[in-house]
């Protein structure tokens, strides 16, 4: 069974920016498909963006293309998430997470079976 873990939220200025990692413990991840998803209470859980297990694919939702960057490092067994030009909107707990299956779905909440426990990113205006 994995773990995932996510660091690296907190609070930050609107323009500003903020790097997520996740890291996986107790089994590898370099199989895997990965994922970050945002949601606001009240709201339902987002994607954010998704890399494919060998780092050589990745997707972003239309709202953070151009801005947002997601890698991994299989070595490490990490993923990040580069934030840049953050905005208020981007406000949100941000969670990691892990699956596979057809690469078309890779916005689906679905398609992932694992969940890191979210960690909180703030943006101010």
């Known amino acids: 069974q994995v773990l995932l873990v996510e660091s690296g939220g907190g609070l930050v200025q609107a323009g500003g920016s903020l790097r997520l990692a996740c890291t996986a413990s107790?089994?590898?991840?370099?199989?895997?498909?990965m994922a970050w998803f945002r949601q606001v209470p009240g709201n339902e859980r987002e994607v954010v963006a998704a890399?494919?297990?060998?780092?050589?694919?990745?997707y972003y939702g239309d709202y953070v293309k151009g801005r947002f960057t997601i890698s991994r490092d299989n070595a490490k067994n990490t993923m990040y998430l580069q934030m840049n030009n953050l905005n208020p909107e981007d406000t949100a707990v941000y969670y990691c997470a892990a699956g596979g299956g057809a690469a078309h779905l890779w916005a689906r909440i679905t398609s992932y079976d694992t969940w890191g426990q979210g960690t909180q990113v703030t943006v101010s205006s």
């Open positions: 890399i494919s297990w060998s780092g050589g694919v990745t």
């Open positions: 107790g089994r590898t991840i370099s199989s895997s498909r």
